[in-house]
């Protein structure tokens, strides 16, 4: 059965930073790759969508990475301030249009002034 | 203001009593979907619509219905509530043709406890 892995454990950095967060998937091959940010008791807000024809994307401080190859992509926050704290989640997507979405456990960064 | 609402935000009852947790959109979606996330497991989906009239189940329908019978709202129905159904749940909707190209827009979540 498909399969995500985000690090279970938080990632503690340093303001200024660059915060690395990896996301793994098994047993599927996804065409797209989302990524969405989580704050305590509120709901996923969508922060960047990579295809796997893309190695790589990026929308301000955010970089992501795809590798088909690897079954990986990483998210990169540069100039990581403490307002980057957060659960990020991510969500690898065959390409065949059914309504399933299925999220990694996501990974909870903190940024430490 | 583009956005998705739940209500109630906050519930409290007791095993076996009917509940409706409603969700609504005003960006004219023809996706919807519910989730529920719990310590651990993340989030897991329940059941979504492609459309009016046209809804599946996710990955943990058990205990859940829905219903889409216009755009804009798509009501999660529990009704026979259990503890283990206590949880965190979210609905989220998206324009998307193809689901995976586009993003879910979220509502702000219902905090369930079941006694």
């Known amino acids: 059965s498909q399969k995500i892995e985000q690090n279970s454990e938080a990632l503690n950095i340093q303001e200024g930073k660059t915060a690395t967060l990896t996301c793994n998937y098994t047993?599927?091959?996804?065409?797209?790759l989302q990524w969405y940010r989580q704050d305590p008791g509120r709901g996923p807000v969508f922060l960047l969508l990579?295809?796997?024809?893309?190695k790589e994307k990026r929308k301000e401080r955010l970089k992501v990475t795809f590798d088909t190859t690897l079954k990986q992509s990483l998210f990169h926050i540069t100039a990581s301030q403490p307002a980057d704290s957060a659960t990020y989640l991510c969500?690898?997507?065959?390409?065949?249009?059914?309504?399933?979405?299925?999220f990694g456990q996501g990974t909870t960064l903190q940024v430490k002034p | 203001e583009a956005q998705v609402t739940q209500n109630p935000r906050y519930l409290i009852t007791v095993t076996g009593k009917k509940l409706t947790v409603t969700c609504s959109q005003n960006?004219?979606?023809?996706?919807m979907s519910w989730y529920r996330q719990d310590p651990g497991l993340g989030l897991r989906q329940i059941y979504y619509?492609?459309?009016?009239?046209?809804?599946d189940k996710g990955d943990v329908p058990e205990g859940y219905k829905v219903s889409r019978k216009e755009k804009r709202n798509f009501p999660l129905i529990l009704e026979s509530p259990s503890p283990n159904q206590t949880s965190l749940y979210f609905c989220?909707?998206?324009?998307?043709?193809?689901?995976?190209?586009?993003?879910?827009?979220f509502g702000p979540g219902t905090r369930l406890t079941v006694l």
């Open positions: 047993n599927y091959s996804p065409a797209y």
């Open positions: 960006m004219n979606h023809e996706y």
């Open positions: 969500a690898p997507t065959g390409s065949s249009n059914t309504g399933k979405l299925i």
């Open positions: 989220a909707s998206s324009a998307a043709e193809v689901l995976a190209e586009d993003e879910q827009f």
């Open positions: 990579i295809r796997e024809n893309e």
């Open positions: 619509s492609m459309n009016v009239e046209v809804t």
